[in-house]
């Protein structure tokens, strides 16, 4: 069982927008903004898309975004592209004991 | 660019230990704010953080697996390592070494870039 809790799929068509949401705790998501997200896709490691909630590392298209609202932290990619096909996991800084937590993963199809 | 590459058995056998070790190029270990992660991935499941280390030799564990991991650095050689012991099937996965990037003011938590990932399997 994952310390952050994510949808296992979501799905939309090219063009549209999608949402995925991460759940945690007030020890986790809701109490820091370190807060990543990661994309995968199959047979490949893991590439950082969103850090600090909502900041995009460079070489990243701004159609991914990150927002967090109290517990749950989302990445919303627009313009769906057939190659945003993937899963993707948030990860949260959950403090000097525990310290790093990912979720359990959603996979996006591109429908 | 920054590049990591893990290596390691691709087979072990039930309670034996593992050593893992992830040889990396363009930072160095010793530079303040650096540091590197180890994270792993059973086969058709989650990512799985294990541990960290810093540059100063801090070193951070997961909770649920500290009394088994040890990780260690070897600045000279641009080398992380991290030993796991008493395998056991469960264990079975990919591991990764990935750096920690994008820091603010020395600070983060978010892993960038990764390794490829090394798949060790435990089974007698």
């Known amino acids: 069982q994952s310390a952050l809790t994510q949808p296992p799929s979501a799905s939309g068509s090219p063009g549209q927008s999608v949402t995925i949401s991460c759940t945690g705790t007030?020890?986790?998501?809701?109490?820091?903004?370190?807060v990543s997200w990661y994309q995968q896709h199959p047979g490949k490691a893991p590439k950082l898309m969103i850090y600090?909630?909502?900041k995009r590392p460079s070489g990243v298209p701004d159609r991914f975004s990150g927002s967090k609202s109290g517990n749950t932290a989302s990445l919303t990619v627009s313009g769906l592209q057939a190659e945003d096909e993937a899963d993707y996991y948030c990860?949260?800084?959950?403090?000097?004991?525990?310290?790093?937590?990912f979720g359990g993963g959603t996979k996006l199809t591109v429908l | 660019q920054i590049t990591l590459k893990e290596s390691g058995p691709m087979l072990v056998k039930p309670t034996q230990t593992l050593t893992l070790t992830c040889t990396f190029s363009?930072?160095?270990?010793?530079?303040?704010?650096?540091?590197v992660g180890w994270i792993r991935q059973p086969p058709g499941k989650a990512l799985e953080w294990l541990a960290l280390?810093?540059?100063?030799?801090?070193?951070h564990y997961s909770p649920s697996l500290k009394s088994r991991l040890t990780i260690t650095k070897d600045t000279s050689k641009n080398q992380v390592v991290l030993t796991m012991t008493n395998m056991d099937p469960v264990d079975t996965a990919t591991y990764y070494c990935?750096?920690?990037?994008?820091?603010?003011?020395?600070?983060?938590?978010?892993?960038?870039?990764w390794g490829q990932g090394t798949l060790v399997t435990v089974s007698s």
């Open positions: 280390i810093y540059w100063d030799d801090d070193k």
């Open positions: 007030s020890s986790d998501v809701g109490g820091y903004n370190y």
């Open positions: 600090e909630v909502s």
């Open positions: 363009g930072f160095s270990l010793s530079t303040s704010g650096v540091g």
């Open positions: 990935a750096h920690l990037g994008y820091c603010t003011n020395g600070v983060c938590y978010q892993f960038d870039p």
């Open positions: 990860s949260s800084y959950a403090g000097g004991n525990i310290y790093v937590v």
